[in-house]
């Protein structure tokens, strides 16, 4: 029997790409770097300590941290940029009053904080798995793990919706069944 839902947030519930997008184009362009919407599509799934040396190799840590720190700031600029998967958040309505609803993402807790309420969405989850809260993002299965473990339930009483390949491989590594979120945009 299903008791859990755990979902993804950048892509699954949110197509948040364009504002990502806008806000580490304009903290990489403060450090002179140029940054296309094609070249950022290749990090979707990845936390910024791995891709953004991709875009900036010549950068030190310290000024990655900083572009990090820039496209925070920046991110709720562009916050109305973000499209909701109104199809998908009707769903989790539907099981919220009798399920387990958990948010499991690679975003860090502010930037998450700040899409659920743009959304109004902040009341929707039972818990929130975050970059802060785990050693390893996804393709590592440790933010789900950690979804199973504080929810107290078994890989096969869940089920995840994800949407980047990072995510669906975390999932399917904790024993968890996926739904694959396409492009949902119309």
Same mark, same amino acid.
């Given at each position: 029997?299903?008791?859990?839902f #755990?979902?993804?947030?950048? &892509?699954t519930l949110?197509? %948040?790409?364009?504002?990502? $997008?806008?806000?580490?184009?304009?903290?990489l !362009?403060?450090?002179?770097?140029?940054l296309?919407?094609?070249e #950022?599509?290749?990090s979707? &799934?990845?936390?910024?300590? %791995?891709?953004l040396?991709? $875009?900036?190799?010549?950068?030190s840590?310290? !000024?990655?941290d900083?572009i990090a720190?820039?496209?925070?700031?920046?991110y709720?600029?562009?916050?109305?940029?973000?499209?909701?998967?109104?199809?998908?958040?009707?769903?989790?309505?539907?099981?919220?009053p009798?399920?387990?609803i958990?948010?499991?993402?690679?975003?860090k807790?502010?930037?998450?904080e700040t899409?659920?309420?743009?959304?109004?969405l902040?009341?929707?989850?039972?818990?929130?798995?975050?970059?802060e809260?785990?050693?390893?993002s996804k393709?590592?299965?440790?933010?789900y793990?950690?979804?199973?473990?504080?929810?107290?339930?078994q890989?096969?009483e869940?089920?995840?919706?994800?949407d980047?390949?990072?995510?669906?491989?975390?999932?399917?590594?904790?024993?968890?069944?996926?739904?694959?979120?396409k492009d949902?945009r119309?």
């Amino acid at each position: 029997m299903i008791k859990g839902f #755990f979902f993804d947030l950048d &892509g699954t519930l949110v197509d %948040t790409h364009r504002a990502n $997008f806008e806000a580490y184009r304009q903290a990489l !362009e403060d450090f002179g770097i140029e940054l296309t919407f094609d070249e #950022f599509k290749k990090s979707i &799934g990845h936390q910024a300590k %791995t891709f953004l040396p991709w $875009f900036a190799p010549n950068l030190s840590s310290d !000024e990655l941290d900083e572009i990090a720190e820039k496209k925070k700031r920046y991110y709720k600029e562009y916050v109305h940029l973000s499209v909701l998967n109104t199809q998908l958040v009707e769903f989790l309505k539907y099981l919220k009053p009798h399920h387990a609803i958990v948010l499991v993402t690679t975003a860090k807790r502010a930037n998450a904080e700040t899409m659920l309420e743009h959304h109004g969405l902040m009341d929707m989850f039972d818990q929130m798995i975050t970059f802060e809260d785990v050693t390893d993002s996804k393709p590592s299965p440790e933010a789900y793990q950690l979804a199973l473990e504080r929810t107290k339930l078994q890989p096969n009483e869940v089920i995840a919706f994800e949407d980047s390949s990072a995510g669906i491989s975390a999932a399917i590594e904790a024993g968890i069944a996926v739904v694959e979120v396409k492009d949902f945009r119309p």
